[in-house]
């Protein structure tokens, strides 16, 4: 008997937490999802903090981009007012439900690097067990959204690096791009796909692999950048009808401070 052919005499051992796959990972993810919901319509106590009340200001004077941020947090805001009524539990509702996407995401990532199924369902559990993850789902500030787009973008990003998938690469586009909406900061997921990109590429050559379809290599890339371009449209739209103004902003961040910033204010 040839050593790979399977022998139906012979039983298979059980494989551990062989429930642990995908039914079990979308249980996991929607009840989390459900319960914050329910704790947010029904049993949350406390006010919108000072970032929700400001952000939700923003979602009632609608702008291409603000001074700060761009407008990712304050649409999100302002679809979920519209959609569920103008509630504190509604402007948060858009958090609850990036955390979800967020924990798919991981949980499909999990699933690619290992080839397991049941990946899935503890990546995800361990993405949900981090206790500052629990904040980000119960509070609508710019981090959980964020988060989400970061997690859907690598997710998109590893299969365009392993598949070479032209949709994934799109995925990674948008991803990216709503990501930024949020905030500014996901440009510095760019440098580690970068290195990802040449060790995966140096790694293709060992192996003596060939990349599939070539001739269709250049297009996927142009319409992903021209994809993240129109994404990030209206925040460099507003920047340049004022004189770009978030540049300045955080530009000054960047500066050390000076001996007049420093000294303290004198009474009046």
């Excluded at 001074?67 to 959609?83: D, E, R, S």
Aim: hydrophobic content about 55%.
């Amino acid at each position: 008997m040839h050593p790979r052919q399977h022998d139906p005499s012979r039983s298979d051992p059980p494989r551990l937490f062989a429930w642990a796959g995908w039914p079990a990972t979308w249980a996991l993810v929607l009840t989390l999802l459900a319960l914050r919901l329910v704790y947010l319509v029904w049993l949350c106590p406390y006010t919108l903090v000072e970032d929700e009340a400001h952000y939700w200001e923003w979602s009632r004077r609608l702008d291409l981009s603000y001074y700060t941020k761009g407008p990712g947090v304050a649409w999100l805001i302002a679809l979920a007012t519209a959609t569920l009524g103008d509630h504190a539990w509604a402007v948060r509702a858009p958090a609850a439900i990036a955390s979800a996407v967020a924990s798919l995401a991981v949980a499909r990532l999990a699933h690619d690097l290992s080839d397991d199924r049941r990946a899935a369902f503890f990546g995800a559990l361990a993405f949900n067990l981090a206790p500052v993850h629990h904040a980000l789902a119960m509070l609508m500030t710019i981090d959980g959204p964020y988060l989400a787009c970061w997690a859907v973008a690598c997710m998109c990003a590893w299969r365009a690096l392993r598949n070479r998938s032209g949709p994934a690469l799109l995925g990674l586009a948008l991803a990216a791009g709503a990501g930024f909406l949020l905030k500014y900061t996901m440009l510095l997921l760019a440098p580690g796909l970068a290195l990802a990109a040449l060790l995966v590429r140096a790694r293709t050559r060992a192996d003596h692999q060939t990349p599939r379809r070539p001739a269709r290599r250049a297009l996927w890339p142009l319409a992903a950048t021209a994809l993240f371009l129109g994404a990030i449209s209206p925040v460099l739209i507003w920047n340049a009808q004022r004189g770009w103004p978030t540049l300045a902003h955080l530009l000054e961040h960047l500066s050390p401070p000076t001996a007049d910033t420093d000294a303290p204010t004198p009474p009046v």
